[in-house]
């Protein structure tokens, strides 16, 4: 995670001072979103609601196995975002 040391270097500063440069917070921004994706394309687990499972930082990643949970909160079949068939 090359990006960690920058990002924790704003995030102190922007804690220290209460908010950061306009240049800064969108250097922030990003290094933040990058760090979340390192963090997700990583991770064995990822667990979430029926809701949460449509978060964009969700759409690209790939799943062997799904476990939907409380499946029963889903309003239709056609919310969940099966592609190709692949259950």
């Known amino acids: ?7 924790l270097k704003l995030l102190q500063l922007k804690e220290k001072v209460g908010e950061l ?3 800064d917070e969108k ?5 933040r979103r990058i760090l979340e994706m390192e963090l997700l394309s ?7 609601t029926c809701a949460g499972a449509g978060d964009p930082r969700l759409s690209n990643l790939e ?3 799904v476990l939907l949970d409380e ?5 239709q079949a056609g ?3 099966v592609e190709d068939g692949d259950w």
Request: overall charge positive.
């Open 1 to 7: 995670m090359k990006s960690q040391p920058e990002f």
């Open 21 to 23: 440069s306009a240049q």
């Open 27 to 31: 250097t922030f921004r990003k290094l």
């Open 42 to 48: 990583a991770a064995e687990v990822i667990c979430c």
């Open 63 to 65: 799943f062997k196995t």
């Open 71 to 75: 499946a029963t909160q889903v309003r």
């Open 79 to 81: 919310d969940w975002r």
